[in-house]
């Protein structure tokens, strides 16, 4: 199994970035997908989750409104659009992978993923 991250990058306050994460080797629509997000000194923490379907979607209650969770399961991609970015969202970025089999369950906890993507950088300035 693979994830593979991407679209990180530098971007000044208030500009946007679309992360995308393609995965391999797995059945995709049998995983509810996630995103989370590493900053320096910092624990990881939960950014968003969308489920098998993509009917049901969590966002970190801080993130409601500038962030957007996506998947194409013909493209077997999960994306995270950005918008309105600050500084404080600088961090590595990783998706994750849940084996959901069919139910509906948005996982926020990282060790009940089972597969994660390398990360990557998402920088902020202001």
């Known amino acids: 199994v693979q994830l593979q991250a991407s679209g990180g990058g530098l971007v000044q306050a208030g500009g946007s970035l679309r992360l995308s994460c393609a995965a391999s080797?797995?059945?995709?629509?049998?995983?509810?997908m996630g995103w989370f997000r590493q900053a320096p000194g910092k624990e990881r923490e939960s950014v968003a989750a969308?489920?098998?379907?993509?009917?049901?979607?969590y966002y970190e209650d801080s993130l409601k409104g500038r962030f957007t969770i996506a998947r194409d399961d013909a493209k077997n991609t999960v994306y995270l659009q950005m918008n309105s970015l600050k500084p404080e969202d600088t961090a590595v970025y990783y998706c994750?992978?849940?084996?959901?089999?069919?139910?509906?369950?948005?996982?926020?906890?990282?060790?009940?993923?089972?597969?994660w993507g390398q990360g990557t950088l998402v920088t902020v300035s202001s």
């Open positions: 969308i489920n098998w379907s993509g009917d049901s979607t």
């Open positions: 994750a992978a849940y084996l959901a089999r069919y139910s509906g369950r948005l996982p926020s906890r990282s060790d009940e993923y089972k597969y």
């Open positions: 080797g797995l059945t995709f629509s049998l995983y509810a």
